[in-house]
């Protein structure tokens, strides 16, 4: 059974940084592209970030430059480096399986950008 | 690319048809475009991608159709459990993008 469990949220002040580990198991994890999607609180998904087997990233624009994926094929984890944290990029925060469509979602990990 | 889901809202009883629309901004490269489902509290869940494929476990009264700009989602007989958030997705160009969703409810 596939299983993607998030951790690492948490409640951090505007400016701060947060690192966000996704734990797989379940599947060969260094043969799947890997991504991260988040949800603001009562609103839609939007993609953040993916990392390919091959280790290319790609980034929306609204993170780019502030936030890094990064793989540990050798344990299976998926991180992602949060710096210069905004109120906008509170939500939660799903690991997921696959770089085009996604197959498999972790529950999320709850991160609150607030002072 | 932006995709803009409608209805917004779509009120219906179990045991009829329900059909979904996802339109985009311009073309989506090869049908790369996928379906999720989402209830309260749950992460959201693949239901079809490549604009027809239906994920692994997904039951068949769930299809999707559509190519180019235009896309549906119909579920053939809504069961209770199928009152949910619905997204589309495109994965044809980065970046990655969703539509706003469609509730669906009773």
């Known amino acids: 059974e596939v299983q993607l469990v998030e951790s690492g949220g948490g409640l951090i002040q505007p400016g701060g940084s947060l690192r966000l580990s996704c734990g797989a198991s379940?599947?060969?994890?260094?043969?799947?592209?890997m991504s991260w999607v988040r949800q603001a609180p009562g609103k839609g998904l939007e993609w953040v970030s993916f990392?390919?087997?091959?280790?290319?990233?790609d980034y929306a624009d609204s993170v780019k430059g502030r936030f890094t994926i990064s793989r540990d094929n050798s344990k299976s984890m998926l991180y992602l480096q949060m710096n210069s944290l905004r109120a906008e990029d509170t939500a939660v925060y799903y690991c997921?399986?696959?770089?085009?469509?996604?197959?498999?979602w972790g529950q999320g990990t709850l991160v609150t950008v607030s002072s | 690319i932006v995709l803009t889901q409608s209805p917004g809202t779509l009120s219906l009883s179990p045991g009829e048809r329900a059909t979904l629309s996802c339109r985009a901004s311009?073309?989506?490269?090869?049908?790369?475009l996928a379906w999720y489902q989402q209830k309260p509290g749950q992460a959201p869940r693949l239901l079809i991608y490549?604009?027809?494929s239906r994920a692994t476990g997904i039951p068949d009264r769930f299809s999707g159709s559509g190519s180019g700009t235009d896309f549906t989602l119909t579920i053939s007989r809504l069961e209770p459990e199928d009152f949910a958030v619905y997204y589309c997705?495109?994965?044809?160009?980065?970046?990655?993008?969703f539509g706003q969703g469609t509730k669906l409810e009773i």
């Open positions: 490549a604009a027809s």
């Open positions: 379940g599947f060969v994890f260094s043969s799947n592209h």
């Open positions: 997705q495109q994965y044809g160009s980065t970046p990655r993008t």
């Open positions: 311009q073309s989506v490269s090869s049908t790369s």
């Open positions: 997921a399986r696959g770089g085009y469509q996604f197959e498999s």
């Open positions: 990392i390919y087997i091959g280790g290319g990233t």
